[in-house]
Each structure stands twice: as structure tokens, then as C-alpha cells.
């Protein structure tokens, strides 16, 4: 057994530690929820054994040393990916989110 080291990139809302659909109990119910949010996701990612779980709209992840070239999201569409964060963060019970924004992680499992 060993362990992976990763770079992550996202665009989106981590969801907190102590909440339901960050969890292994809420796992039923953040993809309940997804399931009718087009263009919603999520990942985990972060230190071993400590991932952190995101609501995002984009990813993209690589392998340490590998380069990943991503493409920039066109501006316009802004405020909708904002907008349909926010609904899927409200579905989960969790309205006082922060503000979605770029996450670079460096995750290990």
C-alpha cells in the first residue's frame, strides 16, 4: 500500500467537515440532489485520510510531476455556475455557503 499525491482544480463550494452530505452518511443524499443539477459535481480531495468535500462546476486533476492544461470557463457564464451552486448548496440545508471560487489542492489518498 502507498500513497498518491495529486494536484486538484476546481471551481466551487467545499462543503464543512460536519456536514450531512460531506460525509459517508450524506453520500445518498448529495447525489440525490445532483442528480437534478445539471452541471454539478463533486470531488474530495486534500491531505490523506482528511479530503475535504466540493460542490463544483469544473475539475480537473493531475498527477505529481504530469502537466493538465485546462481551459478557462467563458466569463459570460458566471453568474449562472454561481447560481446553480447556490441552489444545490440551499437543497442541502446549507445556505450561508462562502462564495464559489478557484481551489487548487494538493490531495493525497
Given at each position: 500500500?502507498g500513497?498518491?499525491?495529486?494536484?486538484?482544480?476546481?471551481?466551487?463550494?467545499p462543503?464543512?467537515?460536519?456536514h450531512?452530505?460531506?460525509?459517508?452518511?450524506?453520500?445518498?443524499?448529495r447525489?440525490?440532489?445532483?442528480?437534478?443539477?445539471?452541471?454539478?459535481?463533486?470531488?474530495?480531495?486534500?491531505?490523506?485520510?482528511?479530503?475535504?468535500?466540493?460542490?463544483?462546476?469544473?475539475?480537473?486533476?493531475?498527477?505529481?510531476?504530469?502537466?493538465?492544461?485546462?481551459?478557462?470557463?467563458?466569463?459570460?457564464g458566471?453568474?449562472?455556475?454561481?447560481a446553480?451552486?447556490?441552489?444545490?448548496?440551499l437543497?442541502l440545508?446549507?445556505?450561508?455557503?462562502?462564495?464559489?471560487?478557484?481551489?487548487?489542492?494538493?490531495?493525497?489518498?
Open positions: 500500500m500513497i498518491w499525491n495529486s494536484a486538484v482544480l476546481l471551481y466551487g463550494i462543503l464543512p467537515d460536519d450531512d452530505a460531506a460525509g459517508w452518511q450524506g453520500e445518498e443524499l447525489d440525490s440532489v445532483l442528480n437534478h443539477h445539471d452541471g454539478i459535481g463533486h470531488a474530495s480531495a486534500g491531505p490523506y485520510d482528511r479530503h475535504t468535500t466540493y460542490l463544483c462546476t469544473d475539475y480537473a486533476d493531475a498527477d505529481m510531476g504530469e502537466t493538465e492544461t485546462v481551459t478557462p470557463f467563458d466569463p459570460a458566471q453568474d449562472e455556475r454561481n446553480r451552486l447556490h441552489h444545490a448548496c437543497e440545508d446549507y445556505a450561508d455557503h462562502p462564495e464559489p471560487a478557484w481551489h487548487l489542492i494538493a490531495s493525497q489518498s
